[in-house]
């Protein structure tokens, strides 16, 4: 895992599988307002028959899909640049004071 981590991290693998993630749930969301909409204006009067849950339907696999999406992005992004330790923090402090210095 750790080996994984390193290439995810320097070759910027892991941003661009979290900006993914994320660009897929937004698609997930505009592919649905489109078809809610055209759905909704081509049968504006009636609807036909058997597609009385078809806002349900639609409405609740496009949130589980989304929510599922960017639950992932969070745990990678979580996983790969997540929280550094206090020490860490402290330690590029300091670095970044010794480089103003100089």
């Known amino acids: 895992m750790r080996i994984i981590k390193e290439i995810l991290l320097t070759e910027y693998i892991g941003t661009i599988l979290v900006a993914v993630l994320i660009a897929d749930a937004f698609t997930t969301f505009v592919v649905t307002l489109d078809q809610q909409l055209t759905f909704h204006f081509r049968f ?52 970044k004071e010794n480089t103003a210095a100089k």
């Not at 036909?48 to 992005?73: D, K, M």
């Open 44 to 95: 504006a009067g009636s609807q036909p028959f058997g597609h009385e849950l078809s806002l349900t339907y639609s409405l609740f696999s496009a949130i589980v899909r989304i929510s599922f999406y960017l639950g992932c992005a969070y745990f990678l992004w979580l996983g790969f640049y997540g929280i550094k330790p206090a020490a860490d923090e402290d330690r590029l402090q300091m670095e």
